[in-house]
C-alpha cells in the first residue's frame, strides 16, 4: 500500500501541475478574448464615423485664430441682421472689414496700424457707390461718389475735414 500511496501523491502533483498549466493558459486565452472584442468593437466605432468632409457647417458666428490662439478674423451675424467678415493683425488691430448692412448695403473697410478707418467703399440704398479716403486724424480728406441725381461728385477735405475743394 506503500507504493500505491506514493504513485498517487505522484499522479496527484502531475495533475496539479496539469491543472495550473491550464489555468495558466485559460487566463491568456480570456485576455486574447477580450483584447480581440474590444479591437473589433473599434473597427466597429470607426468604419460607422465618416470621414468625408461635411457640404454645410452652420452657425451664428465663425471665428480664426492663429497658431498661438489669437484672435485674427471673425465672421459673424448681427442680432439686426447685419453681416460682417472682420480680419486682424497680429496685434489684434482690426485691419480690414467687409459688411453687409441690415438693409442689404455692402461696404468695405481699411484701417491703419493704429486701428483708425483711412478707406472706406461702400454701396448707399438706392445702389450708389462711394469712396472716401481719411486722414491719420479720422477726417474725410477725399470723397468720390455718385449720388442719387446720377452726376459723379470728386471733394477734397481739408486737414480738418472741412470741404476744400469738389466737382460739381
Not at 499522479?11 to 487566463?27: F, T
Not at 491719420?136 to 472741412?162: E, H, I
Request: net charge neutral; with cysteine.
Amino acid at each position: 500500500m506503500d507504493q500505491s500511496t506514493g504513485e498517487l501523491i505522484e499522479r496527484l502533483s502531475r495533475l496539479e501541475m496539469q491543472q495550473a498549466k491550464l489555468q495558466r493558459s485559460n487566463k491568456h486565452l480570456r485576455m486574447m478574448t477580450g483584447a480581440i472584442v474590444l479591437v473589433c468593437g473599434a473597427l466597429i466605432t470607426m468604419a460607422q464615423t465618416s470621414s468625408v468632409v461635411p457640404d454645410t457647417v452652420e452657425a451664428q458666428q465663425f471665428l480664426l485664430r492663429d497658431s498661438s490662439g489669437k484672435l485674427r478674423g471673425a465672421m459673424g451675424v448681427l442680432s439686426d441682421g447685419a453681416v460682417g467678415l472682420n480680419f486682424s493683425d497680429t496685434n489684434g488691430r482690426t485691419r480690414l472689414t467687409v459688411d453687409l448692412a441690415a438693409n442689404g448695403t455692402p461696404g468695405v473697410d481699411l484701417y491703419d496700424q493704429d486701428g483708425k478707418v483711412r478707406a472706406t467703399m461702400a454701396l448707399g440704398d438706392a445702389g450708389e457707390p462711394g469712396l472716401g479716403l481719411f486722414g491719420p486724424n479720422g477726417n474725410l480728406r477725399t470723397s468720390l461718389d455718385v449720388p442719387a441725381a446720377k452726376t459723379p461728385g470728386l471733394a477734397f477735405y481739408k486737414d480738418d475735414g472741412k470741404p476744400g475743394w469738389g466737382v460739381p
